[in-house]
């Protein structure tokens, strides 16, 4: 096959071997989803498999469509199941969703319907206490996530505080599931595995159908997960795991590390295949990753390699305080900006979000556009979660949480107590809340508020009709006009216009959704929203990427900035005493390395202020570790007599200046190449206060002087000279602002 000449030695064996239980472990970068969408390709293919007897799992929808659009372009794949493992759950649910006592259009719910059910069944129990409502919530995500019920989690976790009570509220949010006609994301595991378990002829058929089970990013399998795929491939034990035991980083969400580790104890004559050629990274920061990773003991043991250059060797930079550390980062942004790179090929990665304050502070500065990576998503926002609620209530009108939201938006005078009197009858005669307002007759309400109920109650009827009759694009244009929810930000302002926007583009999302699912049905598109995960909403903007490395798993960027490497911080302080979450702290360390492709920057400040104080920080172990390849001196322990001593605003080591001085210290290679090329597309560098021959004696106090984001001020102090000057500007609406002259885009008023 013509295919197979594309693949190295490594990834063409696997490829090939098609009977049997296979695991690859994938380096990063290595081309797993090459070797996985040739070897599917080389079933249908080459050997005349049917399209319908194999199915791909992936764990985001982003990667589901890739691997899509890479099997379309090769072969036929009609019939094909390649989709994430929650889809594939709900496939296998609505066909078999009887068995379970489901109906085959029951509602999926995501966190922020399951927090509002939760918290309904909270109080309904009597329970008011806003902290005793945390621990709750959390012990019946946990519970679920670890697949165990209420009896065994509770016997498993007796001494934890507010137990017994979380598994009351538990059992009557189950319950409330059950009568809403609903799943939440973890039932929707669990009811599969309880279904392929428990019903021998739906086992029989499903695991006869997939002939060839292929799975994608193994290590991020959790017990519920991998129970179902054994149980998929007990007919024909034709699995295919790819995945990576270096990257294994979601333990705390349940992955189980062993899954991939111990893969021969569920397999034992599984063959084992190693792809260690990388093609993203450069040799230099190759070397790093491995010198990381080669501290854990539980891997399976590979070193990746690659054909490219050694290229510029990683840099450490340690500045004295956060703002010194983001200004570092920033500079050197903006000088590959100006020499041609893109903003889009920097990510800032970091441990924790809390980091983000200084970076977005000083990029707004320098007018560095950026965006907090896994903010808040475009279906999440309110009224698109409106419109997708009306939604839901069209194609299950059981959902009793749909119904909540939306009775009263737009305003209809429907209020709380109208709302609370309705499940009181719901409750009292076993119906749905909507079933409750067709009813609302028999209630005890003012005729007034019943006539509000029953324009409602008539109009989601008219809507439920509607949808047999429409596809989904024009029912829902037709929902969002006549239900005046686009009216509702007709206000003139910002705001408004901003949330009509996203309505529009919440019509073009189904507009796209028809064109590209023929004969898609309503329910099917609410699954597809539903499914969504957190990196599927990333767009082509020209921003610099701020992010957990957490949320950047599976991408890579041009040039890294790995920051706050501290004790403490990365790796966190409960990690210490637990040897499995410490490896996990490595590999978030070795992944975050492997982000970059050309250049890599490690950062840390000397002392940080956090969670409400400033403390002096100690330099991560983990750089510690791979010091010798960085080019750096063991840190002596500073934490005794160390007093932290503000030294004004800089921290910042001129890119001339390479050793350690009262603004910082760099080690290991130079700030930049001795030559960028510049990415396609690339737009010309702006101009600013420090291009070339702008005269900085000119930033004087007294100075008049504009900015691009704070507009107006006056230079009322100065310091430093040459390159480094910082000039305090009092802008009339933003206040003072302390700002680098060669970074700032300040443009002087004559």
């Known amino acids: 096959m013509e295919l197979f000449e594309e693949l190295n030695d490594e990834q063409r064996l696997p490829a090939t071997d098609t009977e049997g239980a296979v695991l690859v472990l994938a380096g990063a970068g290595s081309g797993k989803t090459r070797v996985l969408t040739a070897r599917i390709a080389h079933l249908v293919g080459d050997l005349g498999v049917s399209p319908s007897n194999i199915l791909a799992i992936t764990f985001t929808n982003k990667a589901a469509d890739e691997m899509k659009e890479r099997l379309f372009a090769m072969t036929e794949i009609g019939g094909m199941w390649v989709c ?76 934890e505080r507010n137990i017994e009570t979380a598994m009351k509220v538990f ?15 973890d039932d929707l595991l669990l009811e599969a595995r309880a279904l392929l378990s428990e019903d021998a002829e739906a086992r029989e058929y499903l695991a006869g159908k997939f002939r060839y089970i292929h799975v994608d990013e193994f290590q991020d399998t959790n017990a519920v997960q991998f129970d179902i795929i ?14 990576d035991d270096d990257q294994s980083i979601y333990g705390w969400r349940g992955a189980e590390i062993a899954n991939i580790l111990h893969f021969e104890r569920s397999y034992p004559k599984a063959k084992i295949y190693k ?14 990753a491995n010198a990381s990773i080669s501290h854990n003991s ?48 920097f990510a800032v990665l970091m441990r924790i979000n809390a980091l983000t304050r200084s970076f977005e502070q000083e990029f707004t500065k320098y007018n560095l556009s950026y965006k907090v990576f896994g903010g808040f998503k475009f279906f999440e926002r309110k009224e698109i979660k409106d419109v997708l609620a009306y939604l839901r209530m069209i194609a299950n009108p059981f959902d009793d949480e749909a119904v909540r939201r939306v009775i009263n938006v737009p305003r209809r005078g429907i209020g709380e107590k109208t709302v609370q009197a309705l499940q009181t009858y719901a409750d009292s005669e076993e119906l749905s809340l909507y079933d409750a307002v067709l009813d609302c007759d028999a209630l005890p309400l003012a005729e007034g508020v019943k006539n509000k109920l029953r324009g409602f109650g008539g109009y989601i009827k008219e809507l439920v009709l509607r949808s047999q009759e429409l596809p989904p694009d024009k029912l829902v244009a037709e929902l969002v006009k006549s239900s005046g929810i686009y009216d509702i930000y007709y206000d003139g302002t910002d705001e408004g216009a901003t949330k009509r926007a996203n309505l529009d583009e919440f019509l073009n999302s189904v507009e796209e959704f028809v064109r590209m699912n023929e004969g898609g049905t309503l329910s099917d598109y609410l699954q597809q929203v539903t499914l969504y995960s957190d990196t599927d909403e990333m767009d082509d903007g020209d921003y610099v990427t701020l992010a957990t490395i957490h949320s950047v798993k599976g991408l890579e960027f041009r040039c890294v900035f790995l920051c706050g ?18 490896e996990e702290e490595r590999r978030l360390m070795y992944v975050a390395i492997t982000r970059a492709k050309e250049n890599l920057w490690l950062t840390r400040s000397r002392s940080r202020y956090l969670y409400g104080r400033r403390e002096p920080t100690m330099r991560s172990r983990f750089v510690e570790e791979i010091k010798d390849e960085l080019g750096i001196r063991a840190e002596k322990p500073r934490y005794s007599g160390y007093g932290y001593e503000r030294r004004g605003y800089g921290t910042y080591s001129s890119r001339f200046s390479e050793s350690r001085g009262e603004e910082g210290a760099v080690f290991g290679g ?50 430093n000279e040459s390159t480094n000057l910082i000039v305090t500007v009092c802008f009339q609406t933003a206040g003072n602002k302390d700002l680098a002259a060669a970074l700032a885009p300040l443009t002087i008023l004559e």
């Not at 054994?230 to 995945?243: C, E, I, P, R, T």
């Open 275 to 288: 792809l260690q050629q990388n093609y993203r990274s450069t040799g230099a920061i190759l070397a790093l």
């Open 230 to 243: 054994k149980l998929l491939a007990s007919v024909h034990g034709n699995l295919f795991a790819v995945g």
């Open 298 to 345: 539980m891997r399976k043991g590979k070193k990746l390699w690659t054909e490219r250059s050694e290229g510029e060797r990683p840099v450490f930079y340690e500045a004295d305080e956060e703002a010194g550390e983001a200004l570092y980062c920033a500079r050197i942004i903006d000088e590959y900006r100006r020499d041609g790179a893109r903003l889009s090929d």
């Open 84 to 159: 994430t493992i929650h889809s594939m759950c709900v496939k296998i649910l609505r066909m078999f969703a009887e068995r379970r006592g489901l109906n085959e259009n029951f509602s999926i719910y995501a966190e922020q319907e399951r927090t509002s059910v939760i918290k309904q069944a909270f109080k309904e129990l009597g329970y008011d206490d806003e902290g005793m409502f945390k621990s709750v919530q959390y012990h019946i995500s946990n519970a679920k996530m670890l697949g165990l019920s209420p009896e065994k989690y509770a016997a498993k976790y007796a001494h």
């Open 171 to 185: 059992r009557r949010y189950d319950a409330h599931l059950k009568k809403n006609n609903a799943l939440d994301f």
């Open 670 to 719: 130079t700030h930049r190449p001795p030559a960028f090329t510049p990415a396609p597309s690339s737009s010309a560098p702006r101009a600013s206060a420090s291009a070339s021959g702008v005269n900085f004696s000119r930033f004087t106090v007294g100075t008049r002087v504009r900015h691009p984001r704070f507009g107006e001020g006056e230079i009322v102090a100065t310091r």
């Open 565 to 582: 490497l501290e004790e403490n911080i990365m790796p966190t302080p409960r990690s210490l005493d637990d040897p499995a979450a410490f």
